[in-house]
Nanobody, 126 residues
């Protein structure tokens, strides 16, 4: 089993920044993907970013250039630095771990992720 805990959500004004953290514990896998997803009220959950076990990173077009995903293996933590936030970034953000090697055509498929955190609310005011 893998446990995930997200930290760092909150309320910020448009144009501001937030940093989310996802602390992982439990089993490790030689090939894996760690993704950030978000779900706004009334909308489907969507992929925001992903980092593969080879440190390849992927981003949704809507966040490219504003968000940065990174990982610290020593701390078993994945980060999502969010800059230039917009009201449309408001959502509950989830981190997830999948036992697969992420590539450009698969990373955003949430059904491939096996473990999910509880989510953290990010609210961007205009």
């Amino acid at each position: 089993q893998v446990q995930l805990v997200e930290y760092g959500g909150g309320l910020v004004q448009a144009g501001g920044s937030l940093s989310l953290s996802c602390a992982t514990s439990g089993r490790t896998f030689s090939s894996y993907a760690i993704g950030w997803f978000r779900q706004a009220p009334g909308k489907e959950r969507e992929g925001v970013s992903c980092i593969s076990s080879s440190k390849t990173t992927y981003y949704a077009e809507s966040v490219k250039g504003r968000f940065t995903i990174s990982s610290d293996n020593a701390k078993n933590t994945v980060y999502l630095q969010m800059n230039s936030l917009k009201p449309e970034d408001t959502a509950v953000y989830y981190c997830a771990v999948g036992r697969f090697y992420a590539i450009a055509t698969t990373w955003r498929r949430n059904v491939l992720y096996n473990y999910w955190g509880q989510g953290t609310q990010v609210t961007v005011s205009s």
